[in-house]
């Protein structure tokens, strides 16, 4: 008997009776993942950062300082996220083990350590989770979460809730695009993203995947998640900017003919950047897997010529160390 969607709603571009779908349609076709994968191995890609990973490691990571109280915000490699909020602790798709993978001694390995450990956290009051890929649903890490912070509670997509559970995840919210839970004054409203999903061979789609905005009074934090560039994402700023901050993502874009429908390059996070009202903002979802053919230094590179060819001189919109935080309590234009 084949699966059907218990979520679908037909008024909703992104539901189907089989699953979910983006509405700007696909733009991959058949044979071009293996298309891609034996250019791939034919070119030997992707090629080590320019001074090799150690130089990259000293150049990029820092171990995460989790001192103080202040409301602020942590980059921990990839797209995973600390937020301390009014004394709450809120982790982002937190992918910390060593290969982004179903398999221990396969798959994606780390190539910078993870900047912080779950067993360093003080707490864990939220988990946020964008969609079920490996590199940001890391079973181990969700493993260990559960364990040592029986209390937190999950906020997915739909269609995500049972494979946390399964996990050992006590307290779970599924949320459609646009909906929203508000717990303990913290607002989280799940929002559109460009993307799919899938964990094993016979589920691709079954679970949505999102973005997130985090609100808490004077802060407002928009997490693009896993996107390719759409002209609709500018919509979430529409309804529920302006933001304190942004995390975009710059990273895993090459080749583009490839990527583009699933992973947005420098030049399009630019663009959506300058569309959403520039705000300062993180970029993301580089610097840890190489999963895609650009060296694991060349997002940055790359970053830095898509400003310059949009015309923008500022620091707004910059790369950070891999556990380095800001502050989001400056209501000034620039965080610190």
């Avoid at 982004?100 to 001694?105: G, I």
């Avoid at 992973?263 to 895609?292: C, K, Y």
Wanted: hydrophobic share 40%; charged share 20%; with cysteine.
């Amino acid at each position: 008997m084949a699966w059907h969607n218990p979520w679908y709603d037909a008024s909703l571009a992104h539901h189907t009776p089989e699953g979910f779908r983006n509405p700007e349609g696909e733009l991959c076709q058949p044979g071009d993942l293996q298309r891609w994968r034996r250019a791939r191995r034919q070119q030997n890609l992707p090629l080590p950062p320019q001074h090799g990973y150690p130089a990259f490691i000293e150049t990029w990571y820092q171990d995460a300082d989790l001192s103080g109280e202040d409301d602020r915000i942590w980059w921990l490699g990839h797209a995973a996220l600390l937020i301390r909020l009014n004394q709450r602790y809120i982790l982002i798709d937190p992918a910390l083990s060593a290969r982004a993978s179903p398999l221990p001694f396969a798959g994606p390995r780390r190539k910078t350590p993870a900047p912080l450990s779950i067993a360093r956290l003080p707490h864990l009051d939220y988990v946020l989770i964008s969609h079920n890929h490996y590199d940001h649903l890391d079973r181990p890490t969700i493993k260990q979460i559960a364990r040592r912070f029986p209390a937190a509670h999950f906020l997915v997509p739909l269609g995500m809730a049972r494979w946390c559970r399964q996990r050992g995840v006590r307290t779970v919210t599924e949320l459609d695009w646009w909906q929203a839970a508000t717990l303990s004054g913290v607002t989280f409203t799940a929002v559109p993203a460009r993307h799919w999903s899938m964990r094993t061979f016979w589920d691709r789609n079954r679970a949505l995947w999102c973005g997130w905005v985090i609100t808490h009074r004077h802060v407002n934090v928009w997490f693009s998640g896993d996107s390719g560039y759409s002209d609709n994402l500018s919509l979430i700023a529409q309804r529920l900017g302006p933001f304190t901050l942004a995390a975009l993502p710059i990273g895993a874009y090459a080749p583009q003919w490839f990527m583009r429908g699933q992973h947005m390059d420098p030049d399009q996070a630019v663009a959506l950047w300058q569309q959403t009202g520039r705000p300062v903002t993180l970029p993301i979802h580089w610097g840890v897997f190489e999963l895609a053919d650009e060296s694991l230094d060349e997002p940055p590179l790359a970053l830095a010529q898509a400003l310059r060819r949009a015309g923008e001189e500022n620091n707004r919109f910059a790369p950070w160390r891999i556990g380095e935080s800001r502050s989001l309590e400056n209501k000034d234009s620039e965080l610190s």
